[in-house]
């Protein structure tokens, strides 16, 4: 039983054609990473998961629903990005709980699911700081918060460490793997870091060019690479 399943998706911009046939299924509760070189294509398809890019062709259905055409906010989805994209005139509590603006919620259990959230990410004690006055790790902290707090049921996570110092990035990582395990989270993680795909998921999808070129464990791409490009951007040979 899958829960995450893609089919067939395609998407060209004008005369460029992202990718024209991508089929995965995961299951639920599974951390799946796309790795791959800068511009072959993780972006687009994270962002058509999201429902912010719409495919040309193709199905992503989640436990079994068609959300190809759904509205962003319709999906059950929370995402993070690169950039933490907080608003700088809001405190850690007033970012957080915009995640739940389209829900109508009452103002205790937004308080409520607000202080869920930052529990779960480690921020007991900063709710009224503003971004300025947090670290880049606290500031990615936030933004986690934020897609958590809409209780998804998919998390997309787009290279969501790479603006950060190495040991902070680390520490990071690791706590993203442990909220994902605690809350069996189906996570779909970008990266184009071979390390940290390596570190941190169920299993690795290696992009190039659009396609997917290899699906298996970390293990499995590691040590036995399905062709020379996997096997060169892995590192397997060195
Ligand atoms: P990645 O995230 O792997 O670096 P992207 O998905 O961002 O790759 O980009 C894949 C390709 O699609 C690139 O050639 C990029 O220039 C192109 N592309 C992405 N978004 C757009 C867009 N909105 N308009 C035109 N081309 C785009
Ligand atoms: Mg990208």
């Known amino acids: ?16 054609h992202v990718f024209s046939d991508i089929n995965f299924d995961i299951r639920q509760g599974e951390l799946v990473t796309l790795l791959g070189p800068s511009g072959c294509g993780k972006s687009t398809l994270l962002r058509s998961l999201a429902g912010l890019v719409s495919p040309d062709t193709g199905h992503i259905r989640v ?3 068609d959300i190809t055409h759904l509205k962003p906010q319709k999906r059950g989805i929370g995402m993070v990005f690169q950039s933490y994209a907080l608003f700088p005139n809001l405190t850690v509590a007033g970012n957080i709980a915009f995640g739940l603006a389209l829900q109508k919620l009452d103002k205790r259990e937004t308080e409520r699911r607000v202080a869920e959230a930052v529990e779960l990410v480690g921020l007991t004690g900063r709710e009224r700081h503003y971004p300025a006055e947090l670290s880049g790790g606290q500031r990615q902290r936030v933004a986690l918060a934020r897609a958590l707090v809409v209780q998804p049921r998919i998390l997309l996570l787009d290279e969501p460490l790479s603006a950060l110092d190495a040991p902070i990035r680390k520490r990071l990582r690791e706590q993203i793997r442990q909220i994902q395990q605690q809350l069996n989270l189906t996570t779909v993680f970008v990266t184009h870091d071979q390390e940290e795909a390596l570190t941190l998921s169920d299993r690795i999808f290696v992009m190039n060019k659009g396609s997917i070129v290899q699906a298996d464990t970390a293990e499995a791409v590691y040590t036995r ?11 397997s040979y060195n």
């Open 225 to 235: 690479p399905a062709s020379d490009f996997v096997a060169s951007f892995m590192g």
């Open 63 to 65: 436990a079994g629903e």
């Open 1 to 16: 039983m899958f829960y995450l399943e893609v089919a067939h998706l395609a998407k060209r911009f004008g005369d460029t």
